[in-house]
T-cell receptor, first 112, second 114 residues
Framework: GDSVTQMEGPVTLSEEAFLTINCTYT??????LFWYVQYPGEGLQLLLK?????DKGSNKGFEATYRKETTSFHLEKGSVQVSDSAVYFC???????????FGTGTKLQVIP | NAGVTQTPKFQVLKTGQSMTLQCAQD?????MSWYRQDPGMGLRLIHY???????DQGEVPNGYNVSRSTTEDFPLRLLSAAPSQTSVYFC?????????????FGSGTRLTVV
């Protein structure tokens, strides 16, 4: 079945550091890929998505490229801020109504 | 524009009690779903609905019921609460086509069963 694997957290970075959170997936079809962000005490928010191979999703300085050859969708940001501290979830959807698979989340802590 | 509204935000139940978690959305989304979030396990789908009058089971449906009488509302009922149902519950919605287009989540209900 479908699966999403994220790097273990927590990830602790200093402000203005470069961020990479790794995400790899296993899927039988050609899924859409997502990154969601969850701030403390809140629900998940869609951060970015990509629907086909080589697509790049971007939002709020975050980017991720759909790499079919490596089955990856790594999240990157060039310069993190304290306000980026949150839990980040990678997810995939194969188009079926119930087929959304989430990773276990990676907690990011950015220190001043 | 409220998005997805969940009530209550916090709830403590005794084992065996029943309750309903409320979820309402004002975006005219056809697809709605309930997830539970547990440490180290990500989000797991409980039930979902593709439109008013249509519901189906997700990955972990046991102990929960849902109904969808209107497009806006999708309540989740716990029939007889058990400590294993202690979790954070999220309601999510998306437009026609389902979660392929990305979800809008509510802010969650933190439930403790003692």
């Amino acid at each position: 079945g479908d699966s999403v694997t994220q790097m273990e957290g927590p990830v602790t970075l200093s402000e203005e550091a470069f961020l990479t959170i790794n995400c790899t997936y296993t899927a039988t079809g050609y899924p859409s890929l997502f990154w969601y962000v969850q701030y403390p005490g809140e629900g998940l928010q869609l951060l970015l998505k990509a629907t086909k191979a080589d697509d790049k999703g971007s939002n709020k300085g975050f980017e991720a490229t759909y790499r079919k050859e490596t089955t990856s969708f790594h999240l990157e940001k060039g310069s993190v801020q304290v306000s980026d501290s949150a839990v980040y979830f990678c997810a995939l959807s194969d188009g079926g109504y119930q087929k959304v698979t989430f990773g276990t989340g990676t907690k990011l802590q950015v220190i001043p | 524009n409220a998005g997805v509204t969940q009530t209550p935000k916090f709830q403590v139940l005794k084992t065996g009690q029943s309750m309903t978690l409320q979820c309402a959305q004002d975006m005219n989304h056809e697809y709605m779903s309930w997830y539970r979030q547990d440490p180290g396990m990500g989000l797991r789908l409980i039930h979902y609905s593709v439109g008013a009058g249509i519901t189906d089971q997700g990955e972990v449906p046991n102990g929960y019921n849902v109904s969808r009488s209107t497009t806006e509302d999708f309540p989740l009922r716990l029939l007889s609460a058990a400590p294993s149902q202690t979790s954070v519950y999220f309601c999510a919605s998306s437009p026609r086509g389902g979660p392929l287009y990305g979800y809008t989540f509510g802010s969650g209900t933190r439930l403790t069963v003692v």
